[in-house]
């Protein structure tokens, strides 16, 4: 992806926060980057192609900044921490709007694609964290780590379902607190539990739990 189609993914990026997908036309794009719809398509097909771009310039960034997580010197309850907490406000920020049902409504080939790719990258990373801290005996070793980083997951993607948690009734960030705890509590040692809870006030507070 080169940089103009970087540019353009960040700017509608921003429409789609604020608006959704579905309202947003071609026409409001070449608004609001200040270029001709002509010119626009020579970076972008339609539409769809555009939709299909947006998610993927999230996704790669979102990956990226776990990368640069998981390349520090932290145990597995730290590393948890930090992403945990990366992915915490990248979710409090889709949560309110209507891209979630927009995706599954009107672009659900593109919604599944995406999915899978998310749930293949967040798959490895679980994994790779359990057996981190399975072997740094912060975790315990009895552990199933297909069937728990499943249960994460599913567990994560409970919160961007609008009809189980309605945004009138509960925020993201206090969803996500909670699928935490409740995830960390049940796969740490005594000592991981330890370090879990060193660490937890300090994350909360810097990240305005």
Known sequence: MNSEVKNICLRVSELYIKYGIKSITMDDISRELGISKKTLYQFIEDK???????????????QEEIKT???ANMNAVEET???NSHIARTIEKYHNRGINFDLRKYYPNIYRKFTEKKHAFAFESMTNNLNKGIAEK???????????TK?????????????????SEYSA???????????MRGICTTEGIKIF???LNQYYANENY
């Open 48 to 62: 769809e192609s555009l939709v299909s771009k947006v998610l993927d310039f999230l996704l790669v960034n979102v």
């Open 69 to 71: 997580i998981q390349k």
């Open 81 to 83: 921490l930090a992403i």
């Open 138 to 148: 912060l975790y315990r070793d009895n552990l199933n780590v297909n069937i728990i």
């Open 151 to 167: 249960l994460q997951l599913a567990r994560i993607e409970s919160q961007i379902d609008n009809d189980l948690f309605p945004i």
């Open 173 to 183: 960030q206090e969803i996500f607190k909670q699928i935490q705890e409740y995830h």
């Open 197 to 199: 809870e060193e660490k």
